[in-house]
């Protein structure tokens, strides 16, 4: 059974671009949330969907955006990129959502802003 | 909004027994006791979760006393492959969680030969 996979894996851009990530989650999964996390402020919490429907969100300005497909894929979409958004950007994925319980997460998406 | 504290790191050998303890004094009727593993460059992993008393599973045990106000994850007999960061999460596992799911620092263990 295939795990979540994000792409791409590493990623360099420049300060004012935008960006944009991909998560496909395991199999049979309707629930794909995302997680930026830093040195400074650890793991947080961005959003989650769940059937192609945003239903939950973190305290992040409205520059992160994402979206799901119908076949549950998701992408997170980071405009107007500042250099404090440097991290890792993880997706997990899960059944049927319910925070990060039992849900399985990617290897990441390490962004870097320069 | 639960949060937690949890030591900043600790040091283990081989073969010891690892207790590692999260205070979560505000936590909530419907929140759970989640802890998460994570190696260098991968995402966290699940590894136990609890609401109250005991619960264990094949990697890890986890303790809740009946005030709930704190959890202590144990590892049993520790290889240096369990050298890593450990998360403790509360929060209501139901569909609604939002902002309510967060992640500390956590606590960084590392076994020693």
């Known amino acids: 059974k295939a795990g979540v996979t994000q792409t791409p894996r590493y990623l360099i851009k420049t300060r004012g671009q935008q960006v944009t990530l991909s998560c496909s989650p395991i199999?049979?999964?309707?629930?794909v949330s995302w997680y930026q996390q830093t040195p400074g402020q650890g793991l947080q919490f961005l959003f989650e969907y769940f059937s192609e429907t945003q239903r939950n969100k973190g305290n992040f300005p409205g520059r992160f955006s994402g979206r799901q497909f119908s076949n549950s894929r998701s992408e997170m979409n980071v405009s107007t990129l500042e250099l404090g958004d440097s991290a890792l950007y993880l997706c997990?994925?899960?059944?049927?959502?319910?925070?990060?319980?039992?849900?399985?997460f990617g290897q990441g998406t390490r962004l870097t802003v320069v | 909004l639960a949060k937690t504290t949890q030591p900043i790191s600790m040091d283990s050998y081989e073969g010891q027994e690892v207790n590692i303890t999260c205070s979560h004094n505000n936590i909530a009727t419907n929140d759970y006791i989640t802890w998460y593993q994570q190696f260098p460059s991968q995402g966290p992993r699940f590894i136990i979760q609890?609401?109250?008393t005991k619960v264990t599973n094949e990697v890890a045990s986890l303790f809740i006393p009946a005030d709930r106000k704190s959890s202590t994850l144990s590892l049993p007999r520790v290889s240096l492959s369990d050298t890593a960061v450990y998360y403790c999460?509360?929060?209501?596992?139901?569909?609604?969680?939002?902002?309510?799911?967060?992640f500390g620092p956590g606590t960084r263990l590392s076994v020693l030969p």
């Open positions: 999460l509360v929060g209501d596992i139901g569909d609604n969680y939002g902002q309510n799911f967060v």
């Open positions: 997990a994925s899960s059944w049927s959502g319910g925070g990060p319980t039992e849900a399985f």
């Open positions: 609890g609401y109250k």
């Open positions: 199999s049979g999964h309707r629930s």
